[in-house]
């Protein structure tokens, strides 16, 4: 009974530890970042057909975010986002045409300043790992970006398509392994093309394991963004036909393992309590995929809407002993993880820079509630809706895809998100105090926005 006493009061004790306290020790952070996987693909998340084990216990161990969003509706507005704790029109990563493609011209501004580059002034390792998506030109590109290593994608899997394959080949349950010229980057050499997808993520995985051995005796920053559930969808053989979802479910059972692997890593070389696991989606799931999109649970449409299955993701927080197992309903993103991590490595963003996100570590090592801030939803470079504590207003909206031009609304549509997390009910004749609260908001912040060099065409 006393060790049983004595144990309790150590964990407590090293939960109430300051931000400042954390810093001292210059934590690692590591951000594991999904593709295009939906609110309701997780067991701890209510998926009762994809058997997520290794999640679920992060979650058990760790804090686990009902309210967890995306800072944009597809992914590479999102990891910018991301990666620089800014709304991507402030760097220019957005637009009607989405995201980066094979021939796009622009990519991540080199004046932007990414997580890896503030950590790694402070004497961070640095490495990422999987899809990049945010240029493939000088001065976009991860080693350009504050990254000493780089292992992956330049770009989704479905782009460098065969010239004669057939349309809709990407969403097909059984995708033609040679249908996609992608290559495999490593440190800027192309070591394999097109790349073998149905191993990119027992690569990726192996890549991340050897990253951390090798820098277990220094601090380390890993951001390690996978392919999938992106379509194509593969699976190594391992994992393939054993999921009751399908190659879908097949494709994130692999993912589930593959974090259960980097969590064992870190235990293994007793780093577990010294560093953040932050594991999260780049966006909702990709609905017009049928059986190969995957699921917002209950909430409303997905990838590429602003509707809350567009942006709203599962995120898990996870550091034994420092973050008290739990669940919260706090309003957090992405855009958080860019401040949080300077905090923790005891960095400063730029003075003259904006940055949109909040650091968590009052939430995450105290348990203390963040205050309550807006939340903007931006579709390109339109913003579409905003969340003001439990309400969110919608001033246009449109899907994901398929709906050819947006909808204005005036008054704008209103929701209250505690009550009826599906939109399903507009409320706005009974609230206009609140339409005018939220409207406010906007304008305080479009009054702030100087929006970047477009970089999408």
């Known amino acids: 009974m006393c060790s049983v006493r004595l144990f309790n009061i150590v964990l407590i004790l090293l939960a109430a530890l300051s931000p400042a306290t954390l810093a001292t020790e210059r934590p690692n952070v590591v951000i594991i970042f999904a593709d295009d996987l939906g609110y309701g693909d997780l067991g701890c998340y209510g998926s009762p057909t994809i058997r997520t084990p290794h999640l679920d216990q992060m979650a058990a161990e760790g804090l686990r975010f009902t309210d967890f969003y995306s800072a944009a509706e597809v992914c590479t507005p999102s990891r910018a986002a991301l990666l620089t704790g800014r709304y991507p029109i402030r760097s220019g990563m957005c637009a009607h045409r989405r995201v980066l493609f094979p021939n796009s011209k622009g990519g991540l501004p080199p004046k932007e300043v990414t997580i890896a580059e503030a950590l790694r002034e402070k004497g961070y390792a640095t490495a990422h790992i999987g899809k990049w998506h945010?240029?493939?030109?000088?001065?976009?590109?991860?080693?350009?970006?504050?990254?000493?290593?780089?292992?992956?994608?330049?770009?989704?899997?479905?782009?460098?398509?065969?010239?004669?394959?057939?349309?809709?080949?990407?969403?097909?349950?059984?995708?033609?392994?040679?249908?996609?010229?992608?290559?495999?980057?490593?440190?800027?050499?192309?070591i394999e093309q097109p790349a073998d997808q149905t191993t990119l993520t027992r690569r990726y995985t192996a890549e991340a394991v050897a990253f951390i051995r090798e820098h277990q005796s220094q601090p380390f920053f890993l951001y390690f963004a996978h392919t999938f559930p992106h379509v194509p969808l593969f699976a190594s053989p391992a994992f393939q036909g054993k999921s009751r979802a399908g190659i879908y479910g097949d494709a994130v059972e692999e993912l589930d393992a593959s974090v259960g692997q980097v969590l064992d890593a870190l235990r293994r070389e007793r780093l577990a309590e010294r560093t953040l696991v932050v594991f999260t989606s780049d966006n909702g799931p990709w609905l017009i995929m049928r059986d190969q999109g995957g699921s917002a649970g209950l909430l409303r449409d997905g990838k590429g809407s602003t509707w809350e299955g567009g942006m709203r993701v599962?995120?898990?927080?996870?550091?034994?002993?420092?973050?008290?197992?739990?669940?919260?309903?706090?309003?957090?993103?992405?855009?958080?993880?860019?401040?949080?991590?300077?905090?923790?490595?005891?960095?400063?963003?730029?003075?003259?820079?904006?940055?949109?996100?909040?650091?968590?570590?009052?939430?995450?090592?105290?348990?203390?509630?963040?205050?309550?801030?807006?939340?903007?939803?931006?579709?390109?470079?339109?913003?579409?809706?905003?969340?003001?504590?439990?309400?969110?207003?919608?001033?246009?909206?449109?899907?994901?895809?398929?709906?050819?031009?947006?909808?204005?609304?005036?008054?704008?549509?209103?929701?209250?998100?505690?009550?009826?997390?599906?939109?399903?009910?507009?409320?706005?004749a009974d609230h206009a105090d609140v339409l005018a609260e939220i409207q406010q908001a906007v304008k305080a912040h479009q009054a702030g926005v100087e929006p970047g060099e477009p970089q999408l065409q």
């Open 134 to 190: 945010l240029g493939i030109h000088e001065g976009s590109r991860p080693l350009d970006q504050g990254f000493d290593h780089s292992f992956g994608l330049p770009y989704s899997n479905d782009m460098d398509a065969r010239s004669d394959l057939p349309k809709g080949s990407s969403g097909l349950a059984n995708p033609p392994q040679d249908g996609w010229n992608v290559p495999l980057i490593c440190d800027g050499k192309v």
């Open 314 to 428: 599962p995120g898990i927080a996870w550091m034994p002993g420092r973050i008290r197992p739990g669940v919260t309903n706090q309003l957090a993103g992405a855009l958080d993880l860019f401040p949080t991590a300077l905090a923790l490595a005891g960095a400063t963003a730029a003075p003259n820079v904006t940055i949109d996100g909040r650091d968590l570590s009052p939430l995450l090592f105290q348990s203390r509630s963040i205050p309550p801030r807006p939340f903007f939803y931006y579709r390109g470079d339109e913003l579409f809706a905003c969340r003001l504590g439990e309400w969110k207003a919608h001033f246009r909206t449109q899907t994901g895809y398929g709906q050819p031009q947006a909808e204005t609304h005036d008054p704008p549509l209103l929701f209250h998100l505690g009550h009826d997390p599906s939109e399903k009910r507009n409320i706005a």
